[in-house]
């Protein structure tokens, strides 16, 4: 079996071989749940060995590292809530030592990652603060959701500001602000023996109109949805991580007395999208002196920012623009 990552005889516009990363799957990623007669609904997201096969690739700090965990579990959670074709994204940006965070999902599961560290900022933090949170690694910026269904569909996004000194924070200002929609969302990272685990639980409060809690009374629902958030609020994050406790299990010590009524799980699957194929397109973008510029030794390395794997180009089987003159 050929390297997809080296030169080959294959043109590298030709070249869609997936590259030598994990083959991975892991098929109750997510649980989405709701409570009978009562205006709640939420997913239960566990990455499980995924988070360590995606996190594990990149040669960032843990703090960062744990971040980007958090950043997949959320997304997972809130692309599974949806019905497109495509890919959804959470980006945040900002003036801090990580400038940018990204994870993003596709309608079939699969997830991938990354962030852009400026290294001597991020050391100059935690000489400071050795336990930063998500609002001192990204600093002032944005917070923006996206869902692209392609060229042929209109692609959504929802901006606001950066609030909050937590990634679960700021998703609930996102939700408050931009959807106007009540929930409460609880993420967790860690590394153990096992490696790098995330989770992400996110409820939501359901609209009544025409639902099957349209004829509670007001009180009833708000006692409904206090009460759903008071048991989320007890979970700690050693049991979100507890490989050893499942996620019926974890659903079941919350939500047991409040008519849980679990749906059907979704997959989620190690998700880089690169190929010789995509990194050729980008370079045939750049112009002969750019393309000389990146060259050492008569070949030109890009590495995928999601995978961190580096793809190996020739410079004489690269154009560039001139080649299309």
């Not at 409460?184 to 023996?193: D, I, N, P, T, Y």
């Not at 629902?221 to 299990?249: F, H, Y």
Request: glycine content about 8%; proline content about 5%; aromatic content about 6%.
């Amino acid at each position: 079996m050929t390297d997809p990552t080296a030169p080959s005889a294959t043109p590298a516009f030709l070249n869609h071989d997936r590259p030598p990363v994990p083959d991975l799957v892991v098929p109750r990623g997510v649980l989405p749940f709701h409570l009978d007669q009562r205006p709640v609904r939420g997913r239960l997201v566990r990455l499980g060995a995924l988070a360590d096969a995606i996190l594990g690739r990149h040669s960032q700090h843990p703090a960062v590292l744990r971040l980007m965990g958090e950043a997949l579990a959320l997304t997972a959670a809130l692309a599974t809530a949806l019905k497109f074709k495509g890919s959804f994204s959470l980006q945040a940006k900002g003036d801090g030592p990580v400038s940018l965070l990204l994870a993003d999902c596709t309608d079939a599961g699969a997830l991938r990652g990354t962030a852009k560290v400026d290294a001597a900022r991020l050391e100059a933090l935690l000489a400071e603060n050795p336990h930063p949170t998500a609002a001192d690694l990204l600093g002032a910026g944005y917070f923006a959701f996206t869902c692209d269904q392609g060229d042929d569909m209109e692609r959504y996004q929802g901006i606001v500001a950066i609030e909050g000194k937590s990634l679960a924070e700021m998703t609930d200002n996102y939700f408050r602000t931009s959807e106007q929609l009540q929930s409460q969302v609880h993420l967790a990272c860690g590394r153990s023996l096992a490696g790098w685990r995330a989770t992400a639980l996110v409820i939501e409060r359901v609209a009544t109109e025409g639902g099957v809690v349209a004829e509670a009374n007001q009180e009833d629902q708000d006692d409904a949805w206090r009460t759903a958030q008071a048991l989320v609020g007890t979970l700690k994050s050693d049991e979100m991580l507890d490989d050893t406790l499942t996620a019926d299990r974890l659903l079941h010590r919350l939500f047991h007395a409040e008519g849980l009524l679990v749906d059907r799980p979704r997959a989620l699957s190690y998700g880089c999208r690169c190929s010789r194929a995509r990194l050729a397109a980008v370079l045939e973008n750049f112009g002969p002196e750019d393309l000389d510029h990146m060259a050492e030794s008569g070949a030109i390395t890009m590495t995928c920012e999601f995978c961190a794997l580096d793809f190996r180009f020739e410079r004489s089987e690269v154009d560039g623009k001139a080649g299309r003159a």
